[in-house]
């Protein structure tokens, strides 16, 4: 596509549910990732994938959080037993590999756990 | 790994003020240097970079200098507007690496 689409853009769980956030990345883009940006705060680096490399999970903050990609493609991000705390902007961005290109960026699926 | 520091916000400007929002940052070896722009209700957009020493990146009236010697790469524009009322995030990126360091970014509000 034409951009990094991501969906949905808005969710609200009740705490204790399972939650999972898509992200379409740029046809061709090699490298994907997911970010965290809680309320007023900067960006928190959850995980990347590149190509079919096995994925960098060091920014997962528990292991409640995982996430898929197949191949070049569709990325899920996934959160089991969400907790409050979850509560977040999570923002994913695609690449043509090295990360001095930049990113494009989605427009974020806001997460709000009640 | 890498860290990036920017200016706390919000900065609060009138319109066609002078900007200024700081950034440094720490990395080994010769970082790629960012900023995002976030604009209200949007996804983060690439705004300039700078990939060498004393490299100037420029977008829409903003300018940044990569500054090696003092690691730093801060964000200008001569005169802003309302419509740059936005969050602005530096970042770092390296050729043998892949994710970006962003700072907590700066929250610019420009009142007419």
């Known amino acids: 596509g034409a951009g990094v689409s991501q969906s949905p853009s808005n969710k609200v769980t009740e705490k204790g549910k399972d939650v999972e956030l898509r992200c379409d990345p740029i046809?061709?883009?090699?490298?994907l990732y997911w970010y965290r940006q809680r309320l007023g705060q900067g960006l928190e680096f959850l995980i990347y994938?590149?190509?079919?490399?096995?994925?960098?999970k060091s920014g997962l903050p528990s292991d409640r959080f995982s996430a898929e990609r197949t191949g070049e493609s569709v990325s899920t991000l996934t959160i089991q037993r969400t907790q409050q705390e979850d509560s977040a902007v999570y923002l994913c961005?695609?690449?043509?590999?090295?990360?001095?290109?930049?990113?494009?960026f989605g427009s974020g699926t806001r997460l709000t756990v009640v | 790994g890498d860290s990036v520091t920017q200016m706390e916000g919000p900065v609060t400007l009138s319109e066609e003020a002078f900007l200024t929002i700081n950034c440094t940052y720490t990395?080994?070896?010769?970082?790629?240097l960012f900023w995002y722009v976030q604009y209200p209700g949007e996804g983060l957009q690439l705004l300039l970079k700078?990939?060498?020493?004393?490299d100037k990146g420029s977008n829409k009236g903003f300018e940044a200098t990569y500054r090696k010697e003092t690691t730093s790469f801060h964000l200008e524009k001569g005169s802003v507007q309302v419509s740059d009322s936005a969050v602005y995030f530096c970042?770092?990126?390296?050729?043998?690496?892949?994710?970006?360091?962003f700072g907590g970014g700066t929250r610019l509000m420009v009142k007419p």
């Open positions: 961005a695609s690449s043509l590999g090295q990360g001095s290109n930049g990113y494009t």
């Open positions: 046809s061709g883009h090699t490298a």
């Open positions: 994938f590149q190509g079919n490399s096995a994925p960098d």
């Open positions: 990395a080994t070896g010769y970082p790629s």
């Open positions: 700078a990939t060498k020493a004393d």
């Open positions: 970042g770092t990126g390296h050729n043998a690496g892949n994710m970006l360091t």
